[in-house]
């Protein structure tokens, strides 16, 4: 069973910055690519960033991009999600995400297993 462990999610500034950590057990974890996604009040579940399972490959919503940086430690089954000149609209529950399927995976569908998710709350 896989299970994956958010934390890092607060209050912040608008042009603050945040690093949030998902910590996963259960399974292989460098085998995997990984992701994660936000979701604010009233709207869907979106995609944020992800990564391959060896660090080489990643990918970010337009939204996000030059902003927010993902990274994992294989060595500590842990990847990272930091966030820097967080904006009003970057306020969301933000989740790490795990596909039950090798290989490279942007889209919500292509996963399966989720955090208990973070929030993250940007004042203006």
């Known amino acids: 069973q896989v299970q994956l462990v958010e934390s890092g999610g607060r209050l912040v500034q608008a042009g603050g910055s945040l690093r949030l950590s998902c910590a996963a057990s259960g399974r292989t974890f460098s085998t995997y690519t990984m992701g994660w996604f936000r979701q604010a009040p009233g709207k869907e579940r979106d995609f944020v960033a992800a990564?391959?399972?060896?660090?080489?490959?990643?990918g970010y919503a337009d939204s996000v991009k030059g902003r927010f940086t993902i990274s994992r430690d294989n060595a500590k089954n842990t990847v990272y999600l930091q966030m820097n000149r967080l904006k009003p609209e970057d306020t969301a529950v933000y989740y790490c995400?795990?596909?039950?399927?090798?290989?490279?995976?942007?889209?919500?569908?292509?996963?399966?297993?989720w955090g208990q998710g973070t929030q993250v709350t940007v004042s203006s």
């Open positions: 990564i391959s399972w060896n660090g080489g490959s990643t």
């Open positions: 995400a795990a596909p039950a399927r090798q290989g490279w995976k942007m889209e919500l569908s292509a996963y399966d297993y």
